[in-house]
């Protein structure tokens, strides 16, 4: 029988990882990856040089400098999109007996959906240009098991309701939150936040639709209850409020809890969420009392890799020591990058032990986190 996601022991987790990342690079990056292919070659690793994270230590860094000197190039960020030459899949033996068993046009359709980019995001904020990350169909059901897994820690109940408050654009937590919805087949509305509908047409939608999840930037979900309390209108139904795109600190949590309290919505729990474009994916928190200290941000190990590295050496320091974020992908296609320095530093770096607040046995994220030029 198959472990839960979120209970796997931490020996298995592991060996899951390295038996992934090993799959991973060598039958769909280095095969189909312009930028990896060259860079492996250009440092003398081999197919079979990596095969488990303890030597993700040989690869060079991918960074937002990377992204943006690639911006400037004739092909942009293309060599970063996994891009499978049609002629080559056809010869892969699994290719081959699959197409024996179900027929080629099948098989066909199935490598469309996996490869081909039909979506995007892209960066915001951190530099001159946008970078824009590319997703296919298989990216898409990746988004939706992440922020189905977002749902799940919030701990929601199949008759919730969703507000998403974050702007319309092509931004993660956005399309994060519209797919977590239809992953665990909840009602959500969207608004766009505060230029498309203003705060009053929000408040006006919260009155109609009364949802019991309503999520955001902190800073407008913060000024959309104030703004109630101003007008005196009562939001009676709130059980969660979950927070994304902004750093979120305890006192921010304390003052939306206050304030849900007068509106009329006592006991209700602050969850926020960590994320970036590169990852194309988003971790939460469990539900825990807004009053109470945060246990970090529970990763998905079976997705991705977290390194925390010292970033003046590189070097992975150990489990609990503050360093930077780094991200390997597991399952992504479209764009994709290995070794992502995100320039967030963790103040209380990775930690493995079950998470003390639910007993999930997932790695997390712990601390302050806060941009290296900081």
């Not at 490598?111 to 990216?139: K, Q, W």
């Amino acid at each position: 029988m198959k472990t839960r996601w979120d209970k796997e022991p931490i020996e298995r987790q592991l060996a899951g990882q390295d038996l992934a990342l090993r799959k991973y690079l060598n039958e769909v990056v280095l095969p189909h990856s312009v930028y990896y292919r060259n860079l492996f070659q250009a440092q003398g690793i081999g197919l079979g040089d990596i095969r488990s994270m303890a030597d993700l230590q040989a690869l060079p860094f991918t960074s937002k400098e990377t992204l943006v000197a690639a911006l400037a190039e004739p092909d942009g960020i293309r060599p970063f999109v996994i891009e499978p030459d049609s002629k080559s899949l056809g010869r892969k033996p699994s290719v081959i007996l699959k197409s024996l068993f179900v027929g080629r046009k099948r098989v066909r359709k199935s490598l469309e959906r996996e490869y081909r980019p039909v979506f995007m995001t892209s960066t915001t904020g951190r530099s001159a240009d946008p970078i824009p990350f590319l997703y296919t169909h298989h990216d898409l059901d990746n988004l939706r098991t992440a922020g189905g897994r977002v749902i799940e820690l919030g701990e929601t109940r199949p008759k919730d309701r969703i507000l998403n408050a974050f702007p319309y654009a092509p931004h993660l937590a956005y399309w994060l939150t519209h797919y977590a919805a239809l992953e665990k087949n909840l009602f959500c509305v969207s608004t766009g936040g505060g230029k498309v509908m203003g705060t009053s047409g929000n408040l006006r939608l919260i009155k109609k639709t009364r949802p019991s999840i309503l999520v955001g930037m902190p800073t407008f979900i913060y000024h959309l209850l104030r703004q109630a309390e101003e007008e005196g209108q009562m939001i009676r139904s709130l059980r969660r409020i979950v927070l994304g795109g902004e750093k979120v600190v305890r006192g921010t949590r304390r003052k939306l809890a206050a304030l849900a309290e007068k509106l009329g919505s006592p006991g209700i729990r602050v969850m926020a969420t960590y994320g970036f474009t590169e990852a194309k994916l988003a971790w939460p928190e469990c539900s825990h009392d807004p009053l109470e200290k945060s246990n970090g941000y529970h990763l998905s190990p079976d997705m991705g890799i977290i390194e925390i590295i010292d970033p003046a050496t590189g070097w992975t320091v150990p489990d609990g020591h503050p360093g930077e974020i780094v991200f390997t992908p597991l399952k992504a296609r479209g764009s994709v990058i290995l070794r992502y320095r995100t320039g967030d530093l963790a103040e209380g770096g990775l930690r493995r032990e079950p998470c003390p607040c639910c007993g999930r046995t997932t790695p997390r994220i712990v601390g302050k986190i806060s941009r290296v030029s900081d």
